[in-house]
């Protein structure tokens, strides 16, 4: 935990100051964030990290060894009483504090505090704010180190893939494949090359590409034959726990030309990824904020007018980070409405797609890196269907 940072952001968004809060481990960001372990919680426990001063910390006495490791001065608490005797004196001099809470539970992803806590402190007078803001300036923000991370796994990974696709076409044309054969081809080439990744990737054929979470396994697994229509989402990061995840998704189509139907599709889909892009690289080259919501909403209404809106089902990208979808800025309008700002240092994916049932589906995937006035997408960029 780095205490003047958190302090200096306080005051920066002129909140009084940040309180967290858990019991049984129902907010693995405080943990994250503060830089110690959970251990078993079975009571309830405090800190607060105030805009000024020393933080404070209220405990159970059985536990009262809970919050150790962190600095300030140590309040304990058996009954309920004492609980919210202690928590009023915890918060003397406070009013506006950031806890993990979400209006309407808008931003569910920051929504650990439970509406009883909640309840409690509005009756001691307190406003109690949003710290989606402050969770993504402290856990999505990434250091130099970590962005070298996604690099060496974007390139790693470019390469699989485009070594993946030729594979395909070999095995479709000699002795034949299926999904799961192709994922395990894909696994087997991330490990060979130092790569780590918690299920996946994804191999997707024909009727299975509507479905945006598909996963192929041994028994489900379709042959791939010429003629079809392939997706392949994959992922991964290099082996250390706090590197920077890769993830991107390609089409394509075997052994022919695509229809009039996929490249249309296709070319909505690849122009809606551009269009969040273009605001994405435009906002951060101008110097100006750009909130999660509104690259959705550019992407999205590339897919609207072109008619398609009704098959474009979930949001347009995700946070990355150590974790591959991350705590920060998702780009969403439909899911939620992502009101978190696209932080400098910061990674999230670009992925539109349009998904007709029984048919195919495209996404088109990429990751972008933001930097003090400056955004980029990371990797090779696909600007039509792969003829495998």
């Not at 994405?280 to 110097?287: C, E, K, L, Y």
Request: charged share 25%; aromatic share 8%.
């Amino acid at each position: 935990m780095n205490l003047d940072s958190i302090q200096a952001a306080l005051r920066e968004q002129k909140l009084d100051g940040w309180l967290f809060y858990d019991h049984h481990g129902r907010d693995p960001l405080a943990y994250t964030i503060l830089g110690f372990a959970a251990g078993h919680v079975t009571r309830r426990w405090f800190y607060l990290i105030p805009a000024h001063g020393e933080p404070k910390k209220l405990v159970h006495r059985i536990e009262s060894g809970r919050l150790d490791s962190l600095p300030g001065a140590r309040s304990v608490y058996s009954s309920w009483q004492e609980l919210e005797s202690g928590l009023a004196t915890l918060l003397d001099g406070v009013t506006k504090i950031a806890m993990q809470y979400s209006p309407r539970n808008a931003i569910m992803y920051v929504s650990m505090v439970d509406a009883g806590t909640v309840e409690v402190l509005r009756e001691m007078g307190k406003e109690i704010v949003s710290s989606a803001d402050l969770v993504s300036q402290f856990e999505a923000v990434m250091t130099d180190e970590q962005i070298a991370t996604h690099y060496v796994a974007q390139a790693k990974i470019d390469a699989i893939l485009e070594e993946g696709w030729r594979e395909m076409g070999r095995r479709v044309r000699g002795a034949g494949t299926d999904e799961f054969a192709m994922v395990e081809w894909l696994s087997q080439a991330m490990r060979r090359d130092g790569i780590v990744w918690e299920h996946g990737p994804n191999v997707s054929v024909g009727p299975n590409s509507a479905d945006s979470h598909y996963e192929p396994t041994p028994e489900s697994s379709r042959p791939i034959r010429r003629g079809d229509f392939v997706l392949i989402d994959i992922w991964g990061k290099v082996d250390r726990p706090d590197a920077c995840f890769y993830d991107i998704t390609w089409t394509g189509v075997v052994d022919r030309e695509p229809t009039g139907r996929e490249k249309k599709v296709f070319d909505v889909v690849r122009d809606a990824r551009d269009a969040a892009i273009d605001l994405v690289r435009r906002r951060f080259a101008s110097g100006l904020p750009v909130e999660g919501w509104e690259a959705d909403d550019a992407a999205r209404a590339v897919i609207r007018d072109a008619g398609f809106a009704e098959f474009f089902t979930h949001r347009t990208g995700h946070n990355i980070g150590p974790v591959l979808h991350g705590s920060g800025a998702h780009l969403d309008n439909l899911e939620t409405h992502d009101v978190r700002r696209i932080l400098p240092n910061t990674c999230f994916s670009v992925e539109p797609g349009l998904y007709f049932t029984g048919e195919f589906g495209v996404r088109n995937e990429v990751d972008m890196i933001a930097r003090k006035g400056v955004a980029e997408v990371t990797g090779r960029v696909q600007r039509e269907l792969v003829r495998i």
